[in-house]
């Protein structure tokens, strides 16, 4: 799978890109990234990519110039890939959403917000709307970076054993995952439950179920 961003702060993604399952995924040659910075388009010899809202108001808005040029760059590397933008408007960014994006294996083409938002006309570029949740946030670059963890660690071989994935948290979008221990059995009072320490897989699989709550 090919990843590109366009973002202002291209430099933001570097630590995650560079480390964890994600530099793994692209040691095995799994996922590619490519940064591109929306300042290269930009406009004039200041590298304009902002303007003044018609109609008043604070802040200012990207322009729809260098977003077009951006895309079509992005466009011409991988004529397939999908274009998503983080919005407030969009669908709501969901554990299937992250699975249909990597099951369907087209590249990614993320744009990344930044000041008071978008010319409009740049939602005409997307393919996907989605909103990581009901807050507001600086820029896109955050959530570029969770649609890139959550979709790249679905991708077959990144976590190696494929049964990882079949029970997690909100695996159908509404379940979450039972509570899990490891070593030491006590620790400073609290015991790891004794029918994890049984054996009895029977029971265990039983005591895991009645702890899966739904959301």
């Not at 630590?15 to 530099?23: D, E, Q, R, V, Y």
């Not at 990207?62 to 669908?91: C, H, S, W």
Request: hydrophobic share 40%; net charge negative.
């Amino acid at each position: 799978m090919k990843i590109q961003i366009i973002s202002l702060f291209p430099d933001m993604f570097e630590g995650l890109i560079g480390t964890s399952m994600i530099k793994k995924a692209q040691d095995q040659q799994l996922v590619e990234f490519k940064l591109i910075n929306l300042r290269d388009f930009g406009i004039g010899k200041r590298r304009t990519v902002d303007g003044l809202l018609y109609g008043g108001g604070d802040g200012m808005l990207l322009r729809p110039e260098p977003m077009y040029a951006a895309v079509e760059f992005a466009k011409n590397a991988d004529k397939d890939a999908q274009v998503i933008l983080p919005t407030p408007r969009g669908e709501k960014y969901k554990q299937s959403t992250a699975k249909s994006l990597a099951a369907e294996g087209r590249g990614l083409i993320i744009i990344c917000p930044r000041y008071e938002g978008y010319d409009e006309r740049i939602t005409e570029l997307a393919d996907r709307q989605v909103c990581i949740g009901n807050y507001v946030l600086t820029g896109g670059e955050l959530p570029a970076m969770i649609v890139i963890d959550s979709v790249v660690r679905l991708i077959p071989g990144v976590l190696g054993g494929e049964n990882s994935l079949l029970m997690e948290s909100f695996n159908d979008d509404k379940l979450i995952e039972y509570p899990q221990y490891t070593r030491p059995e006590n620790f400073n009072g609290l015991s790891v439950p004794e029918v994890l320490l049984s054996g009895n897989h029977a029971e265990i699989e039983s005591w895991r179920k009645k702890h899966t709550k739904l959301q």
